[in-house]
């Protein structure tokens, strides 16, 4: 069988992947070309070998199936998979609605089927342009999770290396999050030094960092990326993987009133959007988000914030025609840039609360002015906390210690140490804590954030000072007798 030829490799591919092979190769005169063309053209003009162009077209087919693996994770994370039956022979599921049957797993006469709606299984793996569709390692990743498979027992068909490697990534989250595998480390490093070098490029649609280091489209890469950015703020987040509406949600759970910002990433060649389309971030805010929740968690929908590289000047004119298209939703604008500046702030200083960096999502386009004004807000408010804390022990330890402490003790009962202590409490609630109740025994229950380890540090910190300053001046002032010593001067007469 004779080997492909250069016009033979470049038709495996797409024509974007080819003129991305011209554009790195320093070629011209292609953009305007239909696909025939641009394969023509490829194929004459291309300075490279055809071991060459089977080297790339193999890596940009691997990089297609490891984003495929990578899309299989909104369907495991969502918990949409179903195991029908596993048998030797045969493995039912239903990922979402979609039916899927694998026969002879791990064997050479390996086979699957994926239901009639999937497109990709229709018009690529039918064709035999792909070995799978992301509903095939959907599958084969609940059944790792479930243990129904054993991947020292199995070769996995068309999943090894890499691919394999990034399914076991979206188990282990899956873990993770069902509180099965606790981790010591969020690796958050790693991320802050992927954010700081790659978040602009990538933002500025860098194809070839984004396949060469994520395995993903820029676009995708992106998402995570300011998913990754908003993690590192201490939010939590829920990640939309699919192509259609918004990309994530923001969830200030830590404000004294929770609130929820819708987020939508737009990456941009050029590094400047155009203006949005307003109907369709109303849609992303109202018909896919807020129109589905109930109660407080449909109140709880106040802002939506585009992240960009960078915004026209005159793009503040959109805000108050979205506020009026959504019936109150703030619109926001938040360049790349001040979120990078944000994150390296914050993991330097971790102080910002969800209560006071809510204020962000009040402007119109958010500067680093903006941030450096929450920084100083943050300062006085953990001040502010302190003082309150430490005017309230004062004043309980100054009333006990006029009634009842002498030259060597404060003496106090149980129930008084618990008053202060409670009182204390308060004053430190909703900011670094929430008391709630039992309903089955209805005793009191407290929720302390540990996010806020800082806060926290900083209010006890002071508190420890405070109530050492009370024992120094009682020690310095109190000359009452001890009743040790009262009953020593009885005894001896004296």
Not at 14 to 43: P, Q, V
Not at 149 to 160: F, G, M, T
Not at 349 to 365: A, C, G, M, V
Not at 472 to 493: G, H, T
């Amino acid at each position: 069988m004779s080997s492909p030829s250069k016009q033979d490799l470049l038709k495996t591919i797409t024509s974007k992947d080819i003129k991305e092979i011209c554009k790195n190769n320093g070629l011209k005169g292609y953009s305007s070309l239909n696909r025939d063309g641009l394969i023509n053209f490829a194929t004459e003009n291309l300075n490279l070998s055809t071991p060459q162009i089977q080297s790339l077209v193999n890596h940009l087919q691997e990089a297609k199936l490891i984003t495929k693996v990578k899309d299989s994770e909104d369907f495991l994370l969502r918990k949409v998979v179903n195991i029908e039956s596993c048998e030797d022979e045969l493995i039912l599921a239903t990922v979402d609605s979609l039916k899927v049957k694998i026969y002879n797993l791990g064997k050479d006469d390996f086979s699957y089927f994926c239901d009639g709606k999937c497109k990709d299984y229709i018009y690529r793996v039918k064709q035999e342009y792909s070995p799978f569709c992301k509903h095939y390692p959907a599958v084969i990743g609940e059944l790792i999770y479930q243990e129904k498979i054993d991947l020292d027992e199995i070769h996995l068909n068309h999943l090894s290396g890499k691919k394999l490697e990034a399914l076991m990534e979206i188990i282990e989250k899956r873990k993770k999050e069902d509180g099965l595998l606790v981790s010591d480390d969020r690796n958050i490093g790693n991320t802050l030094e992927n954010l700081k070098h790659d978040l602009m490029e990538i933002s500025c649609k860098n194809t070839a960092l984004a396949r060469e280091k994520y395995n993903e489209p820029p676009e995708k890469v992106f998402k995570t990326m300011v998913d990754d950015a908003f993690q590192l703020l201490e939010y939590e987040t829920i990640l939309n993987r699919r192509n259609e509406g918004w990309d994530l949600l923001l969830l200030g759970t830590y404000a004294p009133q929770p609130y929820i910002a819708v987020i939508s990433t737009k990456p941009a060649h050029l590094g400047k959007i155009n203006k949005p389309n307003l109907l369709n971030l109303k849609n992303f805010c109202l018909d896919m988000c807020r129109d589905q929740l109930m109660g407080a968690y449909k109140d709880a929908v106040k802002y939506m914030v585009l992240v960009a590289p960078d915004f026209p000047e005159d793009i503040t004119s959109l805000v108050a025609e979205f506020q009026q298209l959504t019936g109150g939703i703030k619109l926001s604008f938040l360049p790349v840039s001040t979120l990078l500046y944000l994150v390296e702030c914050y993991r330097e200083n971790p102080i910002l609360t969800h209560q006071s960096s809510e204020y962000l999502y009040k402007k119109d386009i958010i500067t680093q002015e903006d941030v450096d004004e929450i920084f100083n807000i943050s300062e006085k408010q953990i001040a502010d906390l302190s003082s309150r804390a430490r005017m309230v022990l004062r004043s309980k330890m100054e009333d006990i210690c006029k009634r009842h402490s002498d030259a060597c003790y404060i003496k106090m009962d149980e129930i008084y140490l618990q008053h202060i202590i409670e009182e204390v409490i308060n004053t430190l609630k909703p900011h670094l804590l929430k008391q709630g109740l039992n309903d089955a025994t209805g005793i009191k229950t407290f929720s302390l954030n540990h996010d806020y380890y800082l806060l926290w540090g900083r209010v006890l910190q002071d508190l420890v000072e405070e109530f050492s300053a009370i024992l120094e001046e009682q020690s310095l002032s109190q000359v009452q007798r001890s009743p040790l010593k009262e009953d020593l001067i009885k005894y001896l007469d004296l």
